[in-house]
């Protein structure tokens, strides 16, 4: 009985699957995890494909002290690092990829909404791929790095060197920290423990 091919891996779906897997625990990599099944789905692969290959990025990811699956082509050593050496624009293009339809102004699960009664039109910054600065360190760390808070509602996603200072590491989550509220604060205003 003959197999049928294997369906190679494009670049477009290995950077979908790298935002997830930045997104995603290394203990939650597996095919009932939710997010992966959907991604499977989007892409018309099964569970085990995806969860295999966010495993075979594990096995490449310099900041895990285990290991994943070693089966890792030379395109996923590409994007890969394409990814890590580009955050900003990688983790844009990923978001705006994952997204599918949605447009750059939902791009970070935020929309505005006008309360009925009084409006005024304001101008303001937002960054962009903050949403997925927060998820890719929330996922690394789970919970605030000094206290253990496990809250999400409650935790921060911070920059270890400021926002303003680095941009090539706006959005590089090595560049971050899982911190809960108040020492998310304490650590903007410079404030350290004696």
């Known amino acids: 009985m003959n197999k049928a091919p294997r369906k190679r891996w494009t670049r477009r779906e290995l950077i979908l699957a790298i935002n997830l897997y930045c997104k995603t625990p ?7 995890n939710p997010d992966i099944i959907s991604l499977a ?13 966010l495993a075979n990025f594990a096995s490449i990811d310099p900041s895990l ?12 050593k ?7 050496e580009n955050w900003d624009e990688m983790a844009f293009r990923s978001e705006v990829s994952s997204c599918g339809e949605c447009s750059e102004s939902s791009i970070n699960g935020e929309s505005i909404d006008i ?3 009084k409006t005024r039109e304001t101008v303001i910054k937002a960054r962009v ?17 000094i206290t253990g808070l ?6 921060v996603a911070s920059h270890i060197i400021p926002w303003a200072k680095d941009p090539r590491n706006r959005t590089n989550p090595r560049n971050g920290l899982c911190l809960n509220c108040l020492h998310d604060k304490a650590f903007d205003v410079g404030l350290r423990a004696c």
């Open 26 to 32: 290394f203990g939650r990599i597996h095919v009932r």
């Open 150 to 155: 496990q809250i999400p509602e409650l935790l």
């Open 78 to 84: 590409e994007v890969w690092s394409d990814f890590f």
């Open 115 to 117: 309360p009925e009664g």
């Open 41 to 53: 789905n989007r892409l018309e692969r099964s569970p085990g494909s995806v969860s295999y290959k």
């Open 65 to 76: 002290p285990r290991k994943g699956a070693s089966n890792v082509s030379k395109l996923d």
């Open 129 to 145: 791929n903050q949403s997925f600065f927060r998820k890719t360190v929330l996922a690394s760390y789970e919970a605030c790095c």
